[in-house]
């Protein structure tokens, strides 16, 4: 979660893919109550400076490409309690959803960019590059991509001085269950990085925030 802006674009569906595009595998490392945990790292020229970051996982659906969950900031230095959302996710599997996002001020040349990132995505490129990778089947792949879209602060208002304009681009491993992500919003820090690693709530030095969504 960045800083300093007012979000301007509203959600809305892309889908792309024929019906014979297979879903990315059930993983027990992506499913419902798993925690993560890591840092977001939101340097620039100016400071450098990486929150602590708790993210859970409240719902999952691969047949739709469909995950939410919450991410929990909690060391901001102009909140004075961890700041916690709710956020929605997009599952890249040919089916439900493309490697193009359509929305949220993001061009095709920027989604290429952006997953360009990710060491993973490489094999990947060209066919996306072609058509959006609707013709790949990542049904086995050892890697899961996703978009990430915070919708609403959770224990905090809009004004606490932090934005939710952007969303995240998302690279999971069904091998250790590890997140990366870079976060994309054309009036925030340009570089801003998360990285997560599964973990348990009763794993010293790991705790979450209790709350209930309404």
């Known amino acids: 979660m960045p800083v300093r802006v007012v979000?301007?674009?509203?959600?809305?569906?892309?889908?792309?893919?024929?019906?014979?595009?297979?879903c990315p595998q059930p993983?027990?490392?992506?499913?419902?109550?798993?925690?993560?945990?890591?840092?977001?790292?939101?340097?620039n020229k100016h400071i450098d400076e990486a929150w602590r970051v708790n993210v859970r996982i409240q719902g999952c659906d691969l047949d739709h490409g469909?995950?939410?969950?919450?991410?929990?900031?909690l060391n901001v230095p102009m909140a004075d309690t961890p700041v916690i959302t709710f956020w929605e996710g997009e599952i890249v599997d040919t089916k439900n959803y493309t490697f193009f996002t359509g929305k949220w001020e993001a061009t095709?040349?920027?989604?290429?960019?952006?997953?360009?990132?990710?060491?993973?995505?490489?094999?990947?490129?060209?066919?996306?590059?072609?058509?959006?990778?609707?013709s790949l089947n990542l049904s086995n792949y050892p890697y899961i991509f996703?978009?990430?879209?915070?919708?609403?602060?959770?224990?905090?208002?809009?004004?606490?001085?932090?934005?939710i304009?952007?969303?995240?681009?998302?690279?999971?491993?069904?091998?250790?269950?590890?997140?990366?992500?870079?976060?994309y919003d054309p009036?925030?820090?340009?570089?801003?990085?998360?990285?997560?690693?599964?973990?348990?709530?009763?794993r010293p030095g790991f705790s979450f925030s209790s709350y209930e969504l309404q």
Do not use: H
């Open 187 to 202: 009036n925030s820090s340009p570089f801003q990085k998360l990285e997560l690693k599964s973990t348990n709530e009763g």
């Open 165 to 183: 304009a952007g969303f995240y681009y998302v690279c999971f491993s069904c091998s250790d269950g590890s997140i990366n992500g870079f976060y």
């Open 66 to 73: 469909y995950l939410c969950g919450t991410m929990e900031a």
């Open 27 to 43: 993983c027990t490392l992506l499913s419902v109550g798993q925690a993560f945990s890591g840092t977001q790292n939101v340097s």
């Open 7 to 22: 979000e301007t674009s509203a959600p809305s569906q892309v889908s792309g893919g024929d019906s014979g595009s297979t």
């Open 108 to 134: 095709p040349e920027d989604d290429i960019k952006q997953w360009s990132k990710f060491p993973s995505f490489s094999p990947l490129q060209s066919q996306v590059e072609a058509d959006g990778g609707k």
């Open 146 to 163: 996703m978009r990430w879209k915070e919708l609403y602060f959770v224990n905090v208002g809009t004004d606490c001085g932090l934005t």
